[in-house]
């Protein structure tokens, strides 16, 4: 079993916190004001003639140290929700405050560079570089980061990669790679500008039950010792129980908001969980 998390520690030693918010969560709970606040908000899409309405109003408040799963049908707006919260798309109206600050009215630099600088993205598909390390595939967000040196990024690249326990496999490609692995770069990748909030879209959906925990008690590391704010989307009932609160979506609005009353600890259902050594994986 991998506990290697590297405890609190600061991969770019520049950690931006957001104003109000309460630096470390290990105590749980949230204080402070939102660290997105959405009032309104709406996404539309033109196709030809006819027009999709996939958000239609969606109000929410998240506050610095949340952990929200995201749930609802297909076709309910969670993913057009993710894109305008990731800042890679813009709403059609409403507002959109990320940490004080209105980005739904952001140039597409400013959005980049909130993107780059404020916000780690985890996907299902894991998205890495097929014939690039595990090190420079973690390394890639900091090329856009001004005043990084080589020596720093790989510095910063493999710290993130020793907190989410592949120390061991910088220079190992992804084919050389398990799924859970892998998914393990990408949230090394996502790590490595020290985001404050990280958006995770189905990161489970290609993974087994044992490797699917082991993720998602990376993310609870992340945001119980870390304090970074994570937003969940998954089809998972029993993934959803992982987090603080639910978010369930119907029709492109919110249809449900509660917390999560008894928040299961993927570390205790690792500990009675038996663990089944692939083959093929065994000699990586
Ligand atoms: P979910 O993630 O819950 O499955 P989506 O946000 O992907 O929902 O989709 C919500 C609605 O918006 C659906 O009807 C979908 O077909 C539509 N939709 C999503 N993205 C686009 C797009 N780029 N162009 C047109 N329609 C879209």
Redesign the pocket.
Known sequence: MWHAYARGVDITGANARPEGGRDCHACGGTSGSPLISVRNLT?T???GDVQ????RGVSLDVMSGDFISLT????????????LLGCLDHPTSGVYLLNGRDVAHFSREQLARVRNQEIGFVFQGFHLLPRTSALENVELPLLYAAGVSGRERRARAAAALESVGLGTLLRHHPNQLSGGQQQRVAIARALVNNPILLLA?EPTGNLDSRTSIEVIEIFQHLNTERGITILL?THEPDIAEYARRLVS?RD?RVCVDRPIVNQRSAHSDLAVMPVEVEPELAAV
């Open positions: 996404r899409y033109q196709m999709v309405r996939a958000l609802g049908p297909s076709g309910s707006g969670k993913s057009t929700f993710m894109n879209d989307v979506f492109g």
